[in-house]
């Protein structure tokens, strides 16, 4: 599977940012697929987790309430909702594809996208 994220961009605090990632190359929907995140110096994080049907999600902390993963299989996508951006929500945003249903940390994923960057300035 190949995955491509896009939508990333320099927003103002508070604002919204809508990312998305394309995958291909096997049909995604046997797939979980998650986001992570990676600010300079940090380690990458996990952001959010979908099933391979959509029919359950998984948040880290910081994202609940702000943030919704969903997918469209029939697209072949998944997508990021982000609200309420923060200066510390600044990062490089990974997509990825797995086996394990909303799995929460990196191992579990097989396939990584590129990563897009967001910005969010105060």
């Known amino acids: 599977v190949q995955l491509q994220a896009s939508g990333g961009g320099l927003v103002r605090a508070g604002e919204s940012l809508t990312l998305s990632c394309a995958a291909s190359?096997?049909?995604?929907?046997?797939?979980?697929a998650a986001w992570f995140r990676q600010a300079p110096g940090t380690e990458r994080e996990f952001v959010a987790s979908?099933?391979?049907?959509?029919?359950?999600?998984s948040y880290g902390g910081y994202a609940k309430g702000r943030f919704t993963i969903s997918r469209d299989n029939a697209k072949n996508t998944v997508s990021l909702q982000m609200s309420s951006l923060k200066p510390e929500d600044t990062a490089v945003y990974y997509c990825?594809?797995?086996?394990?249903?909303?799995?929460?940390?990196?191992?579990?994923?097989?396939?990584w996208g590129q990563g897009t960057q967001v910005t969010v300035s105060s």
């Open positions: 990825s594809a797995g086996l394990v249903p909303v799995a929460t940390t990196e191992d579990m994923y097989i396939y």
């Open positions: 190359g096997r049909p995604f929907s046997d797939y979980a």
């Open positions: 979908i099933t391979w049907s959509g029919d359950a999600t």
